[in-house]
């Protein structure tokens, strides 16, 4: 089964999203194709209670920027809903979603990163709330010394929301960033890890522990 779903009005698709699905024995299932008429990419996805998945990704417009996204879609890979979140202070400018998470099948939280529309260009840290209809409830952008990028978020034992990535300093390096967050989008803390001096470090993956933290996985490399 290969369906197309849109993110826009245009039938014609360059490059696409693709969403495979498997039984508990690797059967296949199912496969989704979808986007818009630029190039489209999902990132991170997280599934409901109903077995719906929640996707997030992005999709280049025909304004040549990319679009932060959303997308629904039920148990045999049709759309339920897509959109651009709404009420974004994002635009104009480029935005990116690379990792979505489920709290309790009422709140849907995406993170990445946005490039705000100031001289220079600055790269944030991102969040946005959704319901699961795809209402808007609320979009942040978090300060930083420098470029920084939000690549994935987890739930806490505490019932917070803990995103991590990287944080990028010019004539410092690149160095782990965690934030943790309340389900409000406000910040509760900030850590920027540093490595050795001659080290810099991405974080690409996270998974919170059973003591309330988290382990962080990424990348190290040479200054």
Known sequence: ?????????????????SLLTIQALGQ???ESV??????????????????SIVIIGTSRNMD??????FARLDVVGDTMWSTYPSGQ???????????????????????????APTSPVQILSCAIAMNINGD????????????????????TTDGNLLLAGYNWTFGVGVHFMASKITLTGDT?????????????????GLAGTQDGGAALLGITFPS
């Not at 202070?89 to 993170?111: E, I, K, M, W």
């Not at 409830?137 to 994935?152: I, R």
Request: a negative charge.
């Open 136 to 155: 808007t409830l609320w979009t942040k952008t978090y300060s930083a010394p420098s470029e920084s990028n939000a690549q994935d978020i987890v739930q």
């Open 89 to 115: 202070t994002f635009y104009p400018g480029n935005s990116f979603g690379y990792s979505v998470v489920n709290v309790g099948d009422s709140l849907l939280v995406g993170v990445g990163k946005r490039f």
């Open 34 to 51: 979808f986007g818009d008429i630029g190039p489209d990419v999902a990132y991170g996805l997280t599934e409901l209670g109903d077995s």
């Open 64 to 69: 040549a920027l990319w679009y932060l996204n």
């Open 28 to 30: 296949h299932v199912y």
């Open 188 to 204: 509760v803390w900030t850590r920027y890890y540093d490595h050795d001096p001659d080290q810099s470090g991405q974080v690409f």
């Open 1 to 17: 089964m290969n369906r197309k779903i849109h993110f826009g009005s245009s039938a014609v698709l360059l490059c696409g999203c």
